[in-house]
């Protein structure tokens, strides 16, 4: 009776080792009971380290406690609150969260976001918005067409353009075709296109 009640226990986290394959934990139990390595079985695809003080939850493998194996481990001060029936979130201790929410959205909160795709990334959507500034550092190509406005600086392109195939105006004015009223000979400016 006694094996069975000691074979499910929770603790404190210590410390993490996260350098072999499974993770051992450094745990404080029972009173004055320390576990060291302590191994945590984690869930294929995902992995994390937890912060000192976390709240492990292990199992004695066969009434053991020389052999304990951590389960499941939580940090109360790091997990986000107040989630709605159905939703779930992936989170880190410092204030990176990446929530699925009720209402079929996907919202990531972060400082920095990087993609590493070796071969390309696709957005299928009707519309992607940028809040801000957008910088292509590569080859910026379009198929649909173009439009905008210019804001308070308008727009600036340093370099040469080369234009082919269509009508490129300014102002209404159609550059490739445009004439000039007034031509005389001689130091006389021309009248404006048109």
Known sequence: MQ???????????NLVNDAGGLQQ?????????????VERVQN???T????????PV?????????HLVAVAVDDEASRPRNLQPGESATYNAHGVLFLFDQNGNATLTCKNFTVNASEGVQVNTPLATFSQAATVNGLFSYKAGMSGTGGGAGTQISGDITHTDGSLSS???TV????HGGVTRGGDNTDGPR
């Open 176 to 179: 490739h075709t445009h004439n």
């Open 25 to 37: 934990l450094q745990v404080g139990a029972l009173e004055d009971e320390v576990g060291d390595e």
């Open 44 to 46: 294929f695809g995902q």
């Open 3 to 13: 094996k069975l009640r000691l074979m499910v226990a929770r603790g404190i986290v």
């Open 171 to 173: 102002n209404g004015v």
């Open 58 to 66: 292990m199992v004695a493998v066969a009434g053991s406690r020389d």
């Open 48 to 55: 994390s380290h937890p912060p000192r003080g976390s709240v």
